[in-house]
């Protein structure tokens, strides 16, 4: 009786043999980076520049590893497809801010100065308490923050580590806790996060990305609908919901060089070099009737361009870093009154604002410019 032997899958003759769908995946990733560093290159700010690219290098060098490590998991390819998803989006973000589209330029300055996205949780690690900095450092070494993502992972890395309380001690009521007894349920504020939420709750700046902080003390009701006092276990849950609210809510202060130079951006005392766009090879653009002869239906953006774009001019990007600028606060150590100082950006855009120099130690004046 004659055996026939088991037919071989490619797999299983060569290690490094991938589907077709694999090699598009591949193929289309490669395509996706240059686009995104291109892109990057021809935005009208510095700093944006800079951030973005580095932070594009360092979302595929991580997710390129991630799907090393599955090589072998036939179902990861459905994430490796929502992540190349992201990455269209994030080129169609990044190519209407640069065709001079307003709202997708603020939010791409928003993310280069830590007023949302995964800079600003970097900004915030200085501010966090010792019992919360290992947390969030181990999120944002996870890397899960996407490049046109604004709240990514807000919930995982402000969420309040509580600190256990020991056996015998009672834990505070609802009342108590309204009266400034939370910090048995979640960790307290650090002296520099206290004086900035302090300064916010007084002069609140544009909620632009943020709601306005109104309070910094819990308000829970005392008693249930049964009138009874509140379940010791619903002042917990409402304490740390409280807790998030606060750091959610919260502006991350930028370091006195940053902020000053986007100061002086805002005012226009600080010129920036605007980079022409190249263009492209082929300039014909098709029309409404070919892509309806071709494709059934025409791209109202391929075919009219983009209606939202506006030409990038000095005037134009002053206006956008003022919005910016009016939302980043900087602190500073006061030596004469033991206090950290903090000076929001709409503040200070009408009034002159005392600098120190880091070379000298004297103050000087930085006068507006205009």
């Known amino acids: 009786m004659l055996t026939t032997s088991p037919k071989l899958q490619p797999s299983t003759l060569d290690p490094n043999w991938k589907t077709p769908r694999e090699i598009e995946r591949a193929t289309e990733s490669c395509h996706l980076l ?18 973005l690219h580095q932070h594009v290098r360092t979302r595929f060098a991580k997710f390129g590893f991630k799907v090393w490590e599955h090589r072998d998991d036939p179902a990861y390819g459905l ?6 998803r992201e990455a269209r989006k994030a080129v169609g973000l990044l190519r209407r801010a640069n065709e001079g589209e307003r709202k997708a330029l603020l939010r791409v300055l928003l993310l ?25 450092k181990g999120v944002l070494m996870a890397g899960d923050g996407e490049v046109d993502s604004a709240e990514d992972g807000e919930s995982q890395v402000e969420t309040p580590q509580r600190i256990p309380p020991t056996p ?25 996060l206290r004086a900035l939420l302090e300064s ?51 502006h991350p202060p930028l370091s006195p060089p940053e902020w000053q130079r986007l100061r002086g951006l805002a005012l226009g005392t600080q010129k920036e ?14 029309s409404a009737l070919d892509m309806l002869v071709m494709y059934g ?24 870093w003022t919005q910016v600028f009016a939302q980043c606060p900087v602190m500073e150590w006061d030596a004469e009154t ?16 005392e600098v120190q120099d880091e070379a000298t130690g004297l103050k000087k004046t930085a006068a507006t410019g205009g």
């Not at 391929?302 to 030409?311: D, P, S, T």
């Open 34 to 51: 240059r686009s995104l560093l291109r892109e990057c290159t021809y935005l009208p700010d510095s700093q944006a520049r800079a951030w």
């Open 79 to 84: 994430r490796i497809d929502d992540k190349l």
């Open 112 to 136: 280069a100065y830590g007023r949302i996205g995964k800079r600003r949780y970097e900004l915030m690690l200085p501010l966090m308490p010792t019992a919360m900095e290992k947390q969030l």
């Open 168 to 192: 015998t001690a009672r834990k505070p009521s609802a009342a108590e806790v309204n009266k400034g007894a939370w910090s048995a349920y979640v960790t307290d504020f650090s002296p520099q």
């Open 200 to 250: 916010q709750v007084r002069m609140p700046p544009p909620h632009l990305t943020r709601p306005t902080l109104r309070k910094l003390k819990p308000q829970i009701e005392e008693l249930n609908a049964w009138m009874r006092p509140m379940p010791i276990s619903r002042v917990k849950n409402k304490t740390e919901e409280w807790y998030a609210d606060v750091l959610y809510k919260a």
């Open 273 to 286: 070099h605007m980079r022409p766009r190249r263009t492209a090879i082929s300039s014909t653009r098709e």
């Open 297 to 320: 239906r025409p791209n109202p953006r391929k075919a009219f361009g983009n209606r939202e774009a506006h030409q990038i001019t000095p005037r134009f990007m002053r206006r956008l």
């Open 338 to 353: 033991s206090r950290w100082k903090v000076t929001w950006g709409e503040q200070a855009l009408g009034q002159d604002y």
